[in-house]
């Protein structure tokens, strides 16, 4: 679900009720006070740390905050937990992996991956990091986020400077790796691999995983 979207900010505010209620459909009759946009404009990339009652994995997305209302599948939970793991036994000192952790990319957008790897110290207090922090983002692919996914995120971190970005699709409950590297004077991303059974890269540090270990298997 998105709130606050393009039209929404090119609507007075005082009728940020009814751009709200319309997310929720007609028999919506009380919106929540707290998701009205605090401006014109809609929200920008701070408010996310004033904002205790939205659902625990919300993003920003243009201005616009993005929600996640179905649930999620179980092969989603467990490929990013077996990603995590196995990505933090492969980094080498100084670099960290965190899951589900916000990336400031500027003033109007906030996204959250579902992993990624990070040049900075662990802090038990930090919200977000900023794009110079980031080596590598990914996101494991759902039905709900598909076209932010393959569309929006993939322009928007490689314009934000992020080196490598990883999209992982469900290809009949195997995983499938789509990876990308950014190039530097156009800041696009080109293509690097598409990677089905095994994962061996040497950025954005050695990396080596068998994609068929990472889930259970499938019991008849």
Request: charged residues 25%; aromatic residues 8%; hydrophobic residues 40%.
């Amino acid at each position: 679900m998105i709130v606050g979207s393009s039209a929404a900010m090119l609507t007075p505010f005082a009728n940020s009720r009814i751009v709200v209620a319309e997310c929720y459909g007609d028999g919506m009759t009380a919106v929540p006070e707290w998701m009205r946009p605090p401006r014109p404009e809609g929200w920008y990339a701070d408010d996310l740390d004033e904002l205790p009652q939205a659902p625990r994995h919300t993003e920003l997305i243009d201005g616009a905050l993005v929600f996640m209302m179905s649930p999620q599948r179980a092969w989603h939970g467990r490929l990013v937990t077996a990603l995590v793991l196995a990505l933090s036994e492969q980094a080498p000192p100084g670099v960290e992996v965190e899951r589900e952790m916000t990336i400031r990319l500027d003033e109007r957008n906030r996204p959250e991956p579902d992993l990624l790897a990070t040049t900075t110290p662990y802090d038990p207090d930090r919200t977000y990091y900023k794009p110079d922090e980031v080596l590598l983002v990914v996101e494991v692919v759902s039905a709900e986020s598909a076209h932010r996914d393959r569309t929006v995120k993939l322009r928007k971190y490689a314009e934000a400077g992020i080196a490598h970005y990883w999209r992982i699709e469900d290809e009949d409950g195997s995983p499938v790796v789509h990876a990308y590297e950014l190039d530097g004077p156009t800041r696009a991303y080109a293509p690097s691999g598409v990677f089905r059974h095994q994962v061996r890269t040497p950025v954005p540090f050695p990396i080596t995983l068998d994609l068929a270990r990472l889930l259970p298997a499938r019991r008849s």
